[in-house]
């Protein structure tokens, strides 16, 4: 299989565009078209990962965490990302990481950890605005169907969970085709008037060259018509964050117990107890203190995620109950989430999860 059939299978679960702008997410070693037997998926890209990624004949790694965050301008083996990414090219190991985009999405990371504490009714916690447009196109009314189908198929109309949702308004085009044109109705050279459906509908702004192709194919006229704006809108598909409920009420100390045997960790970093049974719970998998006040906001009775600093715990009090398990803790589920999906998508492609996942912070 081509790298880049599973590189185009990734950016569908998680698109690129939604990654943060201080990530480096997508390919960030290797050539889209070499063909590879299967592939190691990995939280932290190692020595140890690729020597396995070798062994075990994967060409490609996929990695949570990107190998390369900041520029690289020398490769003279002085810093780990520098050593890690010559051992790759020497060993033609491709590498491939799906970070924040894979965070920032409904079925990500954020949802597995969610699932993985019981937590049912799980939604984006903090929306994502601006990551939605709105095509506006007309076509004649006999051919409203076909158009509204092809660019529903390619991604457009979902609103919650409705799809296939569109506005329609009768009116009247006009247009005159030059003598290059070959026009669908009327004749070159005379102003034609045709009724037609304008057909309004919204789409993720990362589906646009899907959907502005499916309406080119579908669209009976030579030349469409159509316009894209863009919309202001939260997106409830994607953010940051994921908030829940547990399916009945929890005293703290049996919560935070069934947490340490979920995420198998001896010990777990919390703000002072508020003195209320724990119900509504907001998790966010890696660093995510930036989310506490929105948690707060939203009347959650406990915050999971890690690496929260001191004075966060100091302001929780009387709020909510702000738990840190970990970063790995948080995300060690992340690399079941990606070979899960790609063994759906390829049942007959070798998905392998790394025996080195293993976390970097150690107890006493």
Known sequence: MKISELTKALELLAPPDLQEEYDNAGLIIGQEDREIDGCLVCLDVTEDVIDEAVRKDCGLVISHHPLIFSPIRRLTGRTMAEKLVVKAI???????SAHTNLDNISHGVNEILGSKLGLTKLKILSRKRGALKKLVTFCPEDHAGKVRDAIFHAGAGHIGEYDQCSFNAEGLGSF??????????GKKGEVHFEKEIRIETIFPAWLEKPVLRALLDAHPYEEVAYDIYFLDNLYDKAGAGMIGELPAEMLLGEFLQMM???????YLRHSQPTGKNVRKVAVCGGAGSFLIPEATRQQADVFVSADIKYHFFQEAVGKLVIIDAGHFETEQFTCELIAGYLIEKFPNFAVLISENLINPVNYF
């Open 90 to 96: 020497k060993n033609e190991t491709a590498i491939y």
């Open 176 to 185: 005159r085709g030059g003598d290059a044109t070959n026009p669908f109705v």
């Open 260 to 266: 340490k045997e979920a995420l198998q960790i001896p």
